[in-house]
């Protein structure tokens, strides 16, 4: 028994030395972000390697929160043209929020017809969707930019608008979310549906009411996943957008790299800034996320 | 007799006239629940695709912009010209004006990149699962909600971060190998040129690699590994424990419960992971682009950088189009072979 304790602990010992390793790895440069962020020199990266430096200071936080964005005007004579950190985010939000909303919606109904009904052309219809999850988003740019910019909403091309954006976006995310919720919703017993529908429920009630409450976990991922393509996408938004009162924050973000010199203080300020909000929305999913990713790929 | 024969005959056809009718009616109504996606996806990505076929025949340049496929009057003025097939063979020849510009380098690289990936996110995935998944383990949820930062940060963010740490100057690896040379009294040089040395550490077979090839894979293994923990964890959970328990009983060590329980029953739910890993892996834009920006001299460039160099720098969007189908085919081939391979070793272990 003792020898069996003795090797418990030699267990525990070597997988807390393994998984603080881990640890220190992924913390790393998290933390070096954090340095240069309250590094009072505002210089490209410190001369040691200390956590806080000498002097450290909130003052980069302060300037990304709440002073303009002098490279992002639409008329760089006019400081109040200039865009602020709220009016990004807002952007940043929108075309996030659009996403997942897009997807989700749009995804459960698509995967609940593959995972529920026999029907004309559904495995064709399903491996479409498939294939498309094997587009690279940027492979669509050149027909898209040139489509998107011949549609236009009250003068303005489509796809300079930040809900074009996030149409373009869900494109990118929706095969994924197809295939993932429909693996989801089938292990959830027919039975149950089968029942709400004895009782009088309508097919589309039957899936509102007892399905999706059930499938929270793959609805989850499927907003997740939604809201970091939409707050993290760059490539289209850069390609598309063209007036900066449509900028994102991933965008000003970018605008910040400047040819010669880049402040960095200020640009890793915003780095962290703008990296609160997928971790906290990571944070409050957590407990769905094992679930929602992978019970449709063990059971089915 | 023959009366009731007929009269079950002509209720069985029109039952089954009933049941074609009932099949047409539910797969329209199966397809409005698929409408809305349909339409979206037909819309941005099946049309444009369509349109890009016919881009990719045709010298479409930024004056063409104002060429409107809906507006008949332009279609004059502003269409592009055809040029059949110049464009595929001038991208799969690499006879673009474009400095560095090589297609077979540029398909091998990308395989290259994506085997190594994948092969570091599922590996070190599995065995941090496999870790966090141990009986007794203190601090679980707490090493849990750390695990999942390099996943939950936009990799744009950090993909600049690994960019500034790999600096020469003051970067934060070099200065890291000055603290171990500190610690340990080694000499290692702590002046690499991550991104910018063009002289490949590893010589013969993998003498096309240059040095930043090893940085940015490093980064990008720090960015990916979550993800498969995460699946690794789900199929971990749903092994019932009396399966461990039978083995044990039986005198399978641990690394024979490993190799036969584990690993078997967390490949279902593993390959697809993998294959979508593959996919992402493969058009994986930001690290490259904002690591190495494909240097030096474009030894790192993938194919999707090189795509959106073709657009953005260079508005070569004939060119760019029949680049896109090329990159296209070849990631289908590629999911076939592996699809193909991954069904074959499946149908082994069943």
Sequence with gaps: ??????????????????????????????????????????????????????????RAFKQVLTEPYTQLCANPAEPETCMTFLKLLGNSLMVALGTS???????????????????????????????????????????????????????????????????????????????????????????????????GATVTGAFIRVILPLAVPALAVTVLLGFMSGWTEFVMAWLFLESPEKFTLAMALRSMQGQFTTPWSTFFALALVMSVPPVLLFFALQRYIVSGLTVGGVKG | MAETSLQSQTQKQSGAANKFWRSIKESLGAWAYIAPAGLLMMFITFFPQVFQAWMAFTDYRITNLRFNIFNPETWEAF?????????????????????????VRLLTFNIVWTISNVFFHVVL???????LNAKTLYGRRIYRAIFVLPWAIPGLIIAFTWANMFDRRFGAINQLLGLVNEWFGWAIN????????????????????????????????????????????????????ELYEAAKIDGASGWQQLWKITVPLIRPAM????????IWTFNNFNVIYFITRGGPFGRTELLVTQAFKLVYEQRLYGVAAAFSIVVFIVLMILTLIQNQVTHATEAYYD
């Excluded at chain 1, 913390?27 to 450290?56: C, T």
């Excluded at chain 2, 995935?125 to 870790?131: D, E, F, K, Q, Y």
């Excluded at chain 2, 930043?212 to 995460?230: D, H, K, R």
Aim: cysteine-free; overall charge negative.
């Design chain 1, 1 to 58: 028994m003792t020898k069996h304790k003795a090797n418990e602990l030699l267990k525990q010992i070597g997988l807390q030395i393994f998984l603080l390793t881990i640890t220190a790895i992924v913390l790393f440069p998290i933390l070096w972000m954090v340095s240069i962020a309250i590094d009072p020199r505002n210089i490209d990266k410190p001369l040691e390697l200390v956590l806080i430096p000498d002097g450290a200071t909130l």
């Design chain 1, 101 to 199: 909303l897009f997807s989700v919606v749009l995804g459960a109904s698509a995967a609940y017809a593959f995972s529920r009904f026999k029907f004309i052309g559904r495995e064709t219809g399903l491996l479409g969707f498939i294939a498309l999850l094997m587009l690279p988003a940027t492979a669509t740019i050149a027909p898209l930019y040139v489509l998107l910019n011949q549609i236009k909403f009250g003068g303005e091309p489509l796809r300079s608008t930040l809900v074009g954006l996030a149409v373009a976006y869900t494109s990118g995310s929706l095969p994924f979310a197809i295939w993932n919720l429909k693996g989801y919703f089938d292990t959830v017993p027919k039975e149950l549906e089968e029942a709400a529908l004895i009782d």
């Design chain 2, 79 to 103: 269409a592009p010209e055809m040029v059949g097939f110049e464009n595929f063979i001038r991208v799969i020849t690499s006879s673009l004006a474009i400095e560095n510009y090589d297609f």
């Design chain 2, 125 to 131: 995935g599995v065995i941090i699962a496999l870790a």
């Design chain 2, 190 to 241: 702590t002046d690499i040129r991550w991104l910018e040395s063009a002289q490949p550490p590893i010589g013969g077979i993998l003498s096309f690699l240059p040095l930043s090839f090893y940085a940015v894979l490093i980064a990008n293994i720090w960015l990916g590994w979550p993800f498969m923990t995460v699946i690794a964890t789900g199929a971990l959970q749903s092994i019932p424990t």
């Design chain 2, 271 to 278: 390959i697809p992971a993998i294959m979508v890993g593959t």
